[in-house]
Each structure stands twice: as C-alpha cells, then as structure tokens.
C-alpha cells in the first residue's frame, strides 16, 4: 500500500499538473498546401509542450460528431477546396464547441473554410474573401510582432519567414492583432496573427504555414503559444 502510494504521489510530481487534448483537423485543402506533410510537422511542433497531447483527424466530417467536445481544442487545418464542407450539423456543432469555452486554432487557408456560412468569420475573427487580392508572390518577409505584451507575443521578437504573405482577409469582428507584415505589393500592412473570444471560446488566428518551410522554429513556437492560449494554459517565455 505505500509502495503504490509513493508511486503515485511521484507521477503527479512529475506529470503535468493539466493535458489538454488538441484535435489537428485537416484533410482537405487547395492542392498547393501540402496537408499530408505539413500536419505532422505542425503536431510535433505543438506537443513540444507535455500538457499537450495532439491528434491528427484527416477526416472533416468529424466537426459534426459529439466525440468533438472530449477534445480542449481544435486546430482547423484544412480548406473544403471545391468540394462541399461537412455541412450545418457540422457547422453547428463547432459554432457550441467554440462558444462553449472550447480552444480554437485556425492555419493559413482555414480562413477560406465555410465559404457562405456568415457565422464563420465571426467565429474566425476574419476569413478569406475571393473578390479581394488573394496573397504576395512567395517569399521572404518580416514578421512584425505588434502586440508584445500579449500572453502569446511575449518575449518574442519580430521573425524573418518565407511564405505567402496573405492579404484577403475580410470581417469586422473585434479581433486583437498580435503580428502582421508590409506587403511588397502596396506597402500596406496586414494581420498575420490575431486573437479574439467567441462566446467563453478562445480562437487564435494565423495565416501563415503555407508548407513546410513556412513551418520554422519561430511560426511553430507562434502557433504553439497560440495553442496554449486557446486552452486557457500558461505560457512560459
């Protein structure tokens, strides 16, 4: 009996005091995002943290299952590229998650998911818009953290990347922007990183990750915090 008790005052010494159980949907995208090999890399990136445990569902039509409520978070990593998305059960069953006080975490071209739901950018804070320029040319640019004293950003430094510097992102909710980038087009400034509540739901929002070399150290230390945040999980710097 105290062999067993030792035992177990020892793993809850050293284990984490909560694990948060994220679900990394993707599945589905425009065929130059790279699913199949930019979502392990994302996963690993995010289970860098022990409280984080990070499964990767490739099928969408799991948004409208009940089983979604077991996980903490959802990472949105997918775009229904000409095909219908999972539908209103689906929608709305993300909508209650979200709202609920659920995490949500939204890369790259996840804002152009659900295209004619209107609740969606609401939920996304911003989503794509066709009829707007869709992206710079692929490239390097900076990275501009804006916000450095948001749990998320702090301690970050402004990063060099190469990806798609997005720049049709439409919405008016209430969002808080965290980074964004000069586009080398019109010299405007645009959001790569923002953050905003929906109900009690935390959603982070990046659009950067357009494949595996967009996925350095410092986006996959961005979303990691973003993830963290989403949780209502401490962020150490």
């Known amino acids: 009996m105290l062999r067993t008790l030792l035992a177990l005052l020892f793993v809850s010494a050293f284990s984490p005091a909560f694990a948060a159980r994220i679900l990394l949907l993707t599945g589905n995208d425009y065929p130059g995002h790279k699913w199949k090999e930019t979502s392990p890399v994302l996963a690993e990136g995010i289970r860098k943290d022990p409280r984080l445990t990070v499964e990767i569902q490739p099928d969408p039509n799991f948004l409208a299952s009940p089983k979604l409520h077991d996980y903490d978070a959802v990472i949105l990593h997918w775009m229904n590229w000409e095909t219908p998305d999972p539908g209103p059960e689906a929608r709305e069953n993300l909508r209650k998650f979200v709202a609920s006080g ?5 890369v790259h071209f996840a ?4 295209q004619g739901w209107d609740e969606f950018p609401r939920i996304a804070g911003r989503a794509y818009d066709p ?3 869709g992206h710079d040319p692929r490239g390097p640019f900076q990275v501009e953290i804006i916000k450095p004293d948001h749990p998320i950003t702090l301690g970050l430094k402004s990063f060099d990347t190469d990806d798609e510097l997005y720049t049709c992102l439409a919405g008016d909710a209430p969002i808080t922007i965290l980074a964004t980038a000069k586009s080398k087009v019109d010299q405007k400034d645009y959001p790569m990183a923002f953050v905003l ?5 935390r959603v982070f929002h990046s659009v950067l990750g357009h494949d595996v070399k967009a996925f350095s150290p410092a986006v996959l230390e961005l979303y990691l915090r973003g993830t963290l945040w989403s949780c209502g999980l401490d962020i150490k710097p």
């Open 102 to 106: 659920k995490g949500l975490v939204l």
């Open 111 to 114: 804002c152009g998911a659900f």
């Open 131 to 133: 009829k707007l320029r």
């Open 197 to 201: 509540n929906y109900g009690k739901g």
